[in-house]
């Protein structure tokens, strides 16, 4: 049973990678025929010569008179090295990479998980509540957040914010950038301030995702609280409160693996938009720039780590419905 | 996510009856359709609220005295007022022309790329579950390819450099990763209506694989494809409001409610008209038509017993469709 669970799981990991190298190269392609890395150098005061940018536009591997294929060959042999190239201002695009990677993936980290466990929660507490105040309320608010994108939840609080420091007279949330510049102290006062800093952004993207899966988990729910299966764990005398945890919500969890999964392209792209309103030096925001920069290597960087991304958390939710329910192992 | 195994559809999505319909019934069903829909409270405030929504967007410019890139140099920053009902921007724009030009622009995408999409999945869809074999496997290779890749980073990635064709190249970048999930759906379904007596009929009797897909494939999906599309209106709102919020959308000079709310994000706690009558306009449409998709649903699931019991008696598995077509909500929710 274990050997042909594995063997489910190395098929998909194959077909992941598979996915993720042709992502990957499109946006390689797709960024190398619209971006125009000589414009910025050819706008430089005083403008540098041809045969300077020629140059130095060799040197980062994005100089448009040599053929795409060779690029692309170059770039793809940097990175199977473990190199993901120079940035458009010639600096290593790896240097850069893993610090932002800490702070993007302290965002999503923290921010998917509130979201999909006080959103299973919440989804829970109104399938056992059904049609009761709790309820009816869980499911306006909802549809209040589901229909405002996340950019806007993000500018909203960020107003909100600034007007509660207002009437404070003090800074009493700090929402601008990952962490206090130049701030000196303690580990623990470090921490601290980074997690006052967290606070704001992961709320942008939490809320969105507590909407969405609290009403999806509530109908799944919905649909195990009715079965024969539970009716049998409380004949056999499970308490109402085991028998709803150990059987029904271990059930109802298997269809959202699927909806985990999808969605966490979403949380990314949330994360990416968070990270350019409250300013945090992540990956995220780095993307932006290097769009607005003409810069090849940082935006086929980024799109490798969103693919990867994507792919772990397919990967994860493959597991997990593996772990879940056992009609999948056996197939 | 990449599960290319059938999947379970929840029946009563498809329609019921083992004869196709014929165009006579439709009527009826039309109609009763539209009257289940209106029983449907948040449908009914829904339907309301975007005839309201179409009408401030389109007549809104017609009955306003200014034009929505007019400076007005004897209103800066002016509040709400008789002259100016929205109030006036820094520069002295009006702001319920600018609103009402962003909300048209706004709305003019979305559905454009909803239909689109609809019927690129529809057709897409019904081909891989029809077909099967090596079709079905390169349709779901490039919906599992493009899910793959964020199509926020994508369309970032090109749009600014053709931002001169307009909005319409807007259009086909969103429409060209909004059919994915759908597509997916449809396919489950088209392999269950496969099945049944009567596409079985059609086919002994002679009558080619593209004749059955419309007449009797995708008229057995329609409910689906009619719900769906209207959330997709929704999420391609949001979807283009996104990009155009961080720049890489509509440009300037034209505005859609992205770029308004960008430019007066600002000025929110000194003059809130200038962003809360985007942002309110935003939401609000959206909650409309997810209230709409809502009440579609219910009106047109033959088995739907709103507000009853009965619900909890189905069969666990058919959840499945009913979570992949959540997916599309997701995305919605995260606005790319």
Known sequence: ?331 | MTDTRIEPVDPSLIAKSDTPARPKRQGNRFLQTTRRLFMNRGAGIGVIVIVLLFAFAFLGPLVSPWQYSQIDYTAFTRPPSATHWFGTNGIGQDVFSQTARGMQKSLLIGLLVAVFSTAIAAITGAAAGYFGGWVDRIVMFFVDMLLVLPSFLIIAIISPRIQNAGWIVLVVLITLFGWMITARVVRSMTLSVKEREFVRAARYMGIGPFRIIFRHVLPNVASFLIIDGTIQVATAVLGETTLSYFGFGVQSPDVSLGTLIAQNQDNALTSPWLFYFAAGALVVFAIAANLIGDGLRDALDPTSTTGKREKRNRRRDQNQAAVDVAALNTQAGSGA
């Open chain 1, 1 to 331: 049973m274990v050997a042909s669970m594995i063997r489910f799981l190395a098929r998909r990991f194959v077909y992941y990678v598979v996915l993720v190298f042709l992502a990957t190269s499109l946006t390689y392609f797709l960024a190398s025929a619209t971006f125009s890395p000589r414009s910025v150098y050819a706008q430089r005061n005083p403008a540098p010569s041809a045969q300077v940018i020629d140059a130095k536009l060799d040197d980062i591997g994005v100089n448009d008179k040599t053929p795409v294929v060779i690029r692309y060959g170059h770039w793809l042999d940097g990175v199977v090295h473990g190199d993901l190239g120079q940035t458009i201002q010639d600096r290593s695009v790896n240097d850069q990479f893993f610090p932002r990677l800490g702070v993007s993936l302290r965002l999503l980290v923290v921010g998917s998980i509130a979201g999909i466990v006080l959103g299973v929660l919440v989804g829970v507490w109104n399938a056992i509540r059904q049609y009761k105040i709790s309820d009816r309320v869980s499911a306006a608010i909802s549809i209040v957040l589901f229909s405002t994108p996340v950019f806007l939840t993000a500018v909203i609080l960020k107003i909100s914010a600034t007007k509660l420091n207002q009437d404070a007279g003090s800074q009493l949330i700090n929402f601008t950038g990952e962490a206090t510049p130049g701030l000196d102290g303690s580990a623990w006062t470090l921490l601290v301030d980074r997690g006052a800093h967290l606070l704001l952004p992961t709320i942008s993207i939490a809320l969105g995702l507590i909407a969405i899966y609290s009403r999806y988990q509530r109908a799944t729910m919905l649909d195990v609280l009715g079965s024969d299966f539970l009716r049998t764990a409380r004949a056999k005398g499970l308490t109402r409160g085991r028998a709803t945890f150990k059987h029904g919500l271990r059930t109802a969890l298997i269809p959202m693996t699927t909806l985990f999964a999808y969605g966490f392209l979403g949380i990314l792209t949330g994360a990416t938009l968070t990270e350019q309103i409250f300013a945090w030096n992540g990956l995220g925001s780095w993307f932006i720039d290097a769009v607005n920069g003409n810069d090849v290597n940082v935006v086929t960087a980024y799109t490798l780590f969103a693919a990867v991304v994507v792919l772990i958390s397919g990967f994860l939710a493959d597991v997990a419905t593996a772990a879940l329910d056992p009609r999948v192992r056996r197939a």
